[in-house]
């Protein structure tokens, strides 16, 4: 079971949702919460230290994390860029209508995980 709700889904929405689009949260809060455990294997663990004063993942911004990457896709399910109807023309932003449930690299960033090169210096030894 994800950690975040349809309801947390529905209050970041900021509209009512229908029992179809609930069933498609449902659904697909279940499938990021498998994609977060697949780069943060531990993440039930890290979730446990936090509540216990440790450091790890505040339960909260996984809910902010998987709540938002559903929304982006229940605002706009099929992915669409832009839509028109006689002289009335609408546009997605191109990063946030993908059709396809993503995890932000700032999103990723939230919950510790870092990704993308390192430049490791090593120090160079100094004469005593």
């Given at each position: 079971m994800a950690y975040a709700t349809s309801e947390d889904v529905v209050a970041?929405?900021?509209?009512?949702?229908t029992p179809e689009e609930v069933a498609l949260i449902d659904v697909r809060l279940e499938d990021v919460e498998r994609m977060i455990k697949r780069v943060i294997t531990d993440l039930d663990d890290q979730i446990a230290a936090f509540d216990n004063g440790d450091p790890g993942i505040n339960v909260e911004d996984v809910k902010q994390v998987?709540?938002?990457?559903?929304?982006r896709l229940a605002r706009n399910p099929e992915g669409y860029?832009?839509?028109?109807?006689?002289?009335?023309?609408?546009?997605?932003?191109h990063d946030?209508?993908?059709g396809?449930?993503?995890?932000?690299?700032?999103?990723w960033w939230t919950l510790g995980v870092s990704r993308g090169f390192k430049l490791i210096i090593p120090n160079p030894e100094v004469p005593a």
């Amino acid at each position: 079971m994800a950690y975040a709700t349809s309801e947390d889904v529905v209050a970041r929405w900021a509209k009512q949702a229908t029992p179809e689009e609930v069933a498609l949260i449902d659904v697909r809060l279940e499938d990021v919460e498998r994609m977060i455990k697949r780069v943060i294997t531990d993440l039930d663990d890290q979730i446990a230290a936090f509540d216990n004063g440790d450091p790890g993942i505040n339960v909260e911004d996984v809910k902010q994390v998987e709540s938002d990457a559903v929304l982006r896709l229940a605002r706009n399910p099929e992915g669409y860029l832009s839509e028109s109807d006689g002289s009335y023309t609408y546009q997605f932003r191109h990063d946030l209508s993908t059709g396809s449930l993503t995890i932000l690299p700032n999103e990723w960033w939230t919950l510790g995980v870092s990704r993308g090169f390192k430049l490791i210096i090593p120090n160079p030894e100094v004469p005593a």
